[in-house]
């Protein structure tokens, strides 16, 4: 769909953004190479996470060394080889993975137009807790429970939903007209990529029509509420901070 001159669906207000690929501008990470790397969401935008879009061209790669940042990440198309906590396997679309804080990871050998969502956060330690450990899985292995027993509205847990962990990533899937249950306000931010179909979002007072390739950014206690629209299943892939105390 073409947008009229001057006209974009991007939409960026205090605590909560819509980024519509049509607005899309790369900038250099280091490490990342060979690629077309996407800033979407970080802390320049009240965030306390980034969001990450790349796209690897044919001999592209990731190469990043260990550091104090971890990383959740989700091949939405292609393949390549991932090498996580000194593991290495080649992966496909469906592919995720989790980098932890101190660890070297990287993508190397991608198809051309291999499409990954990185989700980068600094690790918050808890008293008493060991760090999580290197992940490497599949989306299809991981089978979708009905979300507060609806079962057009459908939850995949991707990484351990265990203390260590002081960050989530899940997909969730609708049937078209199904819709979260109620307007949900809550301490978790998210960072949200949508991955296939429709729908409204909304967000604050704001109603936002979106579709496969939008992403979303919702600051904590942004009241946010999503229905599915249209004739096929409606899906994104979401990041949440989690189980660490409330002051």
Known sequence: MSIPYGQTRTRVAARHALIAPDGHVKSVVPGITGAATI???????????AQVLVTFEAGGSAVVPANDVQTAGYFETGGATLTVGGRKQKVTAGAFFYAPAGEAWSITAPKKGTRVT??????????????????????????????LGDPD????VLLPDVPAFDLAMNIFTYQPGATLPFVETHVMEHGLLMLAGQGVYRLEDSWYPVAAGD??????????????????????????DVNRAAV
Do not use: H
């Open 215 to 240: 992403v979303i950014w919702m600051a904590s206690y942004c009241p946010q509420w999503f229905v599915a629209m249209g004739k096929t299943p409606a899906s994104y892939l979401y990041y949440k």
């Open 39 to 49: 800033i979407l969401i970080n802390p320049t935008m009240g965030a306390r996470f």
């Open 118 to 147: 990185l989700f980068q956060k600094k690790f918050e330690p808890l008293a008493g807790v060991a760090a999580p450990t290197a992940i490497i899985g599949n989306a299809a292995d991981v089978p979708g429970q009905p979300f």
């Open 153 to 156: 509205a459908r939850l995949q």
